[in-house]
């Protein structure tokens, strides 16, 4: 526990960590609320869809929220899950902390708990962004203003974590093959972005991509939240995406094969490497 | 053997005199890397404050690294407080800095202790205590990124104090520090050092480790080259005669059956001989018509005999 409440203390007074939480938190109410319901007031009054403003209201906070988790979020969880890992060899800061005894597995373990709580305490905080933002707008829309079933809510809190965290783990995997942030940053972004992004607009020439897309990170992650009615961005944008989609399970199962490889990874590098 | 308080269970139950013990501990970079410790046996003894000298490169910092777990050895064994070198029953007697101090920029002083009690298991009213100890409280709950150098080092020895580890290993603690700063931390050096605590301090300062240690390792290309107290390695004093005539000087000297050894060295007589001699050596040219201006008995610096180690120690390497 100690170790654990170590971490927790570098997160609370890390600046960066703040910066990373009021972005989620901005892109949520102005990305995810403010613009969309300007846009849909400035349109005429016949032209309005009954699904725009669905998409707005607090029953549907899961559905929007994980429409943005599997790549917007979880870029910016990736960065978060670099610096925590990463910087503890910018600063140097890892030999001084194992110099104190607590073990590398003690360490990590640490680590991974207190990231798993940023984490689930940016959702909570980003789902009460969301809530705030659709309230004002049903009330003055006259439309219904209750929050999704619990079950709801809870299924989409478990599936958003889980996304949030193989990114994460991704980041912090790369920070400490990379022993740095910066490096690790690009690549998880390269990766995201570029790689599964490009590779995936040949699938349906390649069928060897094809087949290779169904491992895909933000194919399983979409595949994830679909089912509690999430919606991929469509179009050739950086975040956009067009499918494969696989069963929810296999989905789930993916995920947390890639959470295992990636903690795995980071616990043989931490062990067996010398710290300079 | 000194006994106390201090001893860990498991050091009673070894009954080892020595809290470090090598034994061909090797570290090599790479598989046809740098060859940095060379088969390294040190023993450092319980209580005393050991300095590893050496030059830049030497291996000072890699043996310390492999002490504390941060590396591991290519081959050989290394046992810190009776237990396997790096491990958690080990470490938890040791505190130590290793190169420059490294903590977190954004927290304070303080917070950056208490993080590092917490790794530690350690009570946090320690984190008080240890700013005090090396003078730090004033300054504890500014951001270590204002820190000046001098701070920092310090900042770096209260962490390794927290756990009030038996034993201490401060790698070239003064490095970066103005002259008060290195005044200040040779102070801090020698007021730890007392009691029961065992420092092993590495340096490549020698004036910093004749004012602080007890015994002295040269450690040269990964290898332990000499090792003894301070009087052990700088040798008998010698005697330092100016004289007229020179020659005449040294023939008389030369025949001394008592002088173990004289030569000629910037225009001085330079004897091995017992300092309590001098009167004799003084009486012996005198009354053989030689001017003697001058006769100082001179203690080798442990400067001048690290550059004589070294310089033997190339030599003997062809």
């Known amino acids: 526990m100690g170790s654990f409440r170590a971490e927790l203390l570098i997160l609370r007074k890390y600046a960066a960590y703040r910066v990373l939480l009021a972005i989620t938190l901005a892109v949520t109410a102005l990305l995810g609320y403010v613009l969309p319901y300007i846009s849909y007031r400035s349109s005429s009054v016949d032209s309005r869809r009954a699904t725009d403003l669905a998409d707005l209201l607090p029953g549907h906070t899961v559905a929007s929220l994980l429409s943005a988790i599997p790549f917007w979020f979880g870029m910016l969880a990736l960065i978060l899950g670099a610096l925590m890992f990463g910087g503890e060899y910018g600063w140097g800061t890892l030999k001084t902390t194992l110099m104190q005894q607590p073990g590398r597995s003690r360490l990590l373990l640490a680590k991974l708990a207190a990231m798993g709580l940023a984490l689930a305490l940016t959702l909570i905080a980003v789902s009460v962004i969301a809530v705030a933002c659709g309230v004002p707008i049903a009330l003055a829309e006259g439309a219904d203003k209750s929050l999704p079933p619990a079950w709801d809510l809870a299924r989409g809190f478990g599936a958003g974590w889980l996304i949030l965290a193989v990114w994460a783990m991704l980041g912090a995997m790369l920070a400490v093959a990379s022993r740095g942030t910066a490096l690790a940053i690009g690549l998880g972004i390269m990766y995201g972005l570029v790689f599964e992004g490009l590779l995936s607009g040949f699938r349906e020439q390649i069928s060897v991509l094809d087949a290779l897309s169904h491992a895909f990170l933000r194919t399983n992650a979409y595949s994830l939240a679909k089912p509690l009615g999430a919606t991929a961005e469509q179009g050739g944008g950086p975040g956009g995406f067009s499918g494969p989609f696989v069963e929810a399970w296999q989905a789930l199962l993916v995920l947390v094969i890639y959470l295992g490889i990636f903690s795995g990874a980071c616990a043989v590098m931490l062990r067996r490497r010398d710290v300079a | ?318």
């Open chain 2, 1 to 318: 053997m000194q006994e106390g308080s201090k001893m860990s269970p498991i050091d009673r139950q070894s009954g080892s005199d020595f809290v470090i013990e090598t034994a061909g501990l090797t570290k090599r970079y790479g598989k046809r890397g740098v060859l940095a410790v060379d088969d390294l046996c040190l023993r450092v003894r319980r209580g005393e404050v050991y300095g590893l000298v050496g030059p830049n490169g030497a291996g000072k910092t890699t043996a310390m690294r492999m002490l504390v777990g941060l590396m591991r050895p290519t081959s050989g064994t290394a046992r810190v407080l009776g237990r396997p070198a790096g491990t958690s029953g080990s470490l938890t007697g040791v505190g130590a800095m290793i190169e420059a101090p490294d903590f977190y920029p954004f927290l304070t002083g303080r917070d950056n202790l208490r993080v590092m009690a917490e790794h530690a298991d350690v009570a946090p009213e320690r984190v008080g205590a240890v700013l005090a100890q090396v003078e730090l409280t004033s300054r504890a709950d500014d951001r270590f990124g204002t820190y000046s150098m001098g701070m920092k080092q310090r900042l770096g020895v209260a962490a390794a104090l927290l756990k009030d580890p038996e034993l201490l290993i401060l790698d070239e603690p003064t490095t970066g520090l103005d002259p008060a700063g290195i005044a200040e931390m040779r102070v801090l050096l020698r007021r730890l050092g007392q009691g029961m605590r065992t420092v092993l301090l590495s340096s490549h300062l020698m004036t910093e480790v004749e004012q602080t240690c007890d015994r002295v390792g040269v450690i040269r290309r990964g290898r332990i080259v000499a090792e003894g107290t301070l009087s052990e390695l700088r040798g008998r004093a010698e005697l330092q005669v100016r004289a007229l005539p020179l020659e005449r000087a040294l023939q008389i000297v030369s025949a001394l059956a008592y002088v173990d050894g004289v030569r000629s060295d910037d225009g001085m007589l330079v004897i091995r001989v017992g300092t309590d001699r001098a009167g004799e050596i003084n009486r012996a040219l005198v009354t053989n018509g030689v001017d003697v201006t001058e006769l100082t008995p001179v203690h080798p610096s442990l400067e001048g005999v690290f550059l004589r180690l070294v310089r033997e120690d190339e030599e003997s390497d062809g």
